[in-house]
């Protein structure tokens, strides 16, 4: 379809709407998580109105143009070459106090959400990065620091207003359009335009079991030469609901031989917290800190991986348990990266322990992969093109490792971390599943949205 034809939709939005033919290179005026991938679209749509996102998708439908949306901006695949709908300005949070539910636009990043709600001492099962847009968590499953307690994000959601590929403006919940909500919660990426989100919250100091709504936080390093001893206690750890944990292997800013770093959040007191520690503290780590910290402030220790622009990529796999061998081939494959040179230095890995014991009580949603408590992550992170083969290698070597001596032979992936060549089954669980999605995309919400 030729530009000039696309420029026609301006005429058909409303003067509260802006429309913009990209004349740069886009990654100047995206402000994205990543530019991995980015795409420059036909045309980009900037608005906070319901009625021209209908009349948008009603277009890009009758014209057979893909639509990505836009909200947080973290997606490696938010960005195509047909109209992109820009949603990030339309964050508008509400609390109710009526019923202590929130109601948010796709625009609203986590931190915004988690401010809303502390300020009512309230707490919502939100994400591990403050720039992660809440929408999107929602629509993937949604994994965060407080799923030990919550469960998944699905697990709070309550409600969505949801706009069809034929522009119709559906609300889903359990109870009205329950077969659509279904699939929405989990894989609502597949389908259509989220334009509010209605979710749970819970009394702040009782979720965080303390009594002045803060959370206990624990840094502690240990050298990636120490491999066996970590890999020894992560085999025998035990985690109970009130502790979430993350692994970071990363290189030091300076250069060096990478460092094995665990964060901690753990929701009771001082002494509670070192005890169900002490597994860790008793490997004697090379640097180490224990604070509290207020809930609204429990993830600023993330901040700056939701640093804008460059290149980055988050390609997980779950995993049922980590030996010494994974670890060691998750080293090599970083320190194998690290010595190709170049602007790379600040590539990682991540592995979450997040216990689903709660989430594994619940059936919401067609989120597949309940009984998996560890993923592990790659992030690569450079600014030159030229090293896209060294990252994608770097992808497939930390999966291949992560694998090693796991209980499984298929792979497991989250959809917030696919590569984009997963077999469905891997992201939904089972050919069923797959199938039933691919069936409602294409029966009702028959045109290529990407919601992030």
């Known amino acids: 379809?030729?530009?000039?034809?696309?420029?026609?939709?301006?005429?058909?939005?409303?003067?509260?709407?802006?429309?913009?033919?990209?004349?740069?290179?886009?990654?100047?005026?995206?402000?994205?998580?990543?530019?991995?991938?980015?795409?420059?679209?036909?045309?980009?749509?900037?608005?906070?109105?319901?009625?021209?996102?209908?009349?948008?998708?009603?277009?890009?439908?009758?014209?057979?143009?893909?639509?990505?949306?836009?909200?947080?901006?973290?997606?490696?695949?938010?960005?195509?070459?047909?109209?992109?709908?820009?949603?990030?300005?339309?964050?508008?949070?509400?609390?109710?106090?009526?019923?202590?539910?929130?109601?948010?636009?796709?625009?609203?990043?986590?931190?915004?959400?988690?401010?809303?709600?502390?300020?009512?001492g309230r707490c919502v099962m939100s994400g591990t990065c403050n720039t992660v847009g809440m929408t999107s968590l929602y629509l993937g499953g949604g994994l965060g620091p407080l799923a030990p307690k919550l469960g998944m994000a699905i697990d709070s959601l309550l409600s969505a207003r949801l706009i069809t590929a034929s522009g119709e403006l559906l609300t889903v919940s359990p109870e009205s359009n329950p077969e659509v909500f279904h699939i929405l919660a989990g894989a609502g990426q597949t389908l259509g335009v989220v334009t509010e989100m209605q979710i749970k919250t819970y009394p702040l100091n009782e979720t965080l079991n303390t009594t002045d709504e803060t959370v206990f936080f624990a840094s502690m390093t240990f050298p990636?030469?120490?491999?066996?001893?970590?890999?020894?206690?992560?085999?025998?750890?035990?985690?109970?609901?009130?502790?979430?944990?993350?692994?970071?292997?990363?290189?030091?800013?300076?250069?060096?031989?990478?460092?094995?770093?665990?964060?901690?959040?753990?929701?009771?007191?001082?002494?509670?917290?070192?005890?169900?520690?002490?597994?860790?503290?008793?490997?004697?780590?090379?640097a180490e800190t224990a604070k509290r910290v207020p809930y609204v402030r429990m993830n600023d220790h993330s901040e700056g991986s939701g640093e804008r622009g460059e290149f980055k990529r988050m390609t997980g796999v779950g995993l049922k348990r980590v030996n010494v061998e994974g670890l060691k081939g998750m080293v090599e494959a970083l320190e194998n990266l690290l010595s190709a040179g170049?602007?790379?230095?600040?590539?990682?890995?991540?592995?979450?322990?997040?216990?689903?014991?709660?989430?594994?009580?619940?059936?919401?949603?067609?989120?597949?992969?309940?009984?998996?408590?560890?993923?592990c992550i790659p992030v690569p992170w450079y600014s030159l093109p030229e090293n896209h083969a060294s990252a994608e290698k770097f992808c497939r070597d930390?999966?291949?490792?992560?694998?090693?001596?796991?209980?499984?032979?298929?792979?497991?992936?989250?959809?917030?971390?696919?590569?984009?060549?997963?077999?469905?089954?891997?992201?939904?669980?089972?050919?069923?599943?797959?199938?039933?999605?691919?069936?409602?995309?294409?029966?009702?919400?028959d045109v290529s949205v990407i919601t992030n």
Not at 99 to 112: C, E, M, Q, S, V
Not at 228 to 257: C, I, Q, R
Not at 279 to 285: A, E, R, V, W
Request: hydrophobic share 40%; with cysteine; aromatic share 10%.
């Open 1 to 120: 379809m030729a530009i000039a034809d696309v420029t026609s939709l301006k005429h058909l939005l409303s003067h509260s709407s802006t429309f913009t033919i990209p004349a740069r290179a886009f990654t100047e005026d995206y402000n994205n998580w990543t530019n991995y991938a980015l795409t420059t679209p036909k045309a980009v749509v900037k608005t906070t109105n319901e009625s021209d996102i209908q009349t948008v998708v009603k277009f890009a439908s009758e014209h057979n143009l893909r639509v990505s949306v836009r909200g947080g901006g973290h997606s490696v695949f938010n960005s195509c070459d047909g109209i992109i709908l820009d949603l990030a300005g339309w964050d508008e949070v509400v609390y109710d106090d009526g019923d202590n539910t929130i109601r948010f636009r796709p625009g609203a990043l986590n931190g915004k959400v988690m401010e809303v709600a502390g300020g009512r």
């Open 224 to 286: 990636a030469s120490r491999i066996a001893e970590v890999a020894n206690f992560l085999s025998s750890a035990k985690w109970d609901e009130n502790t979430a944990v993350y692994l970071l292997l990363v290189s030091p800013p300076e250069g060096g031989a990478p460092l094995f770093i665990f964060t901690v959040n753990y929701y009771g007191n001082d002494e509670d917290a070192k005890r169900v520690l002490k597994g860790l503290y008793d490997l004697k780590p090379i």
């Open 342 to 375: 170049g602007d790379l230095g600040k590539s990682c890995v991540l592995l979450e322990f997040l216990g689903m014991g709660v989430a594994r009580k619940s059936s919401v949603g067609v989120y597949p992969h309940r009984d998996i408590d560890i993923w």
């Open 398 to 445: 930390v999966r291949k490792a992560a694998k090693r001596g796991d209980v499984r032979e298929d792979m497991v992936v989250y959809s917030g971390f696919r590569a984009g060549d997963e077999k469905p089954e891997e992201l939904w669980g089972s050919k069923e599943t797959a199938d039933k999605i691919a069936e409602m995309k294409a029966s009702q919400f």
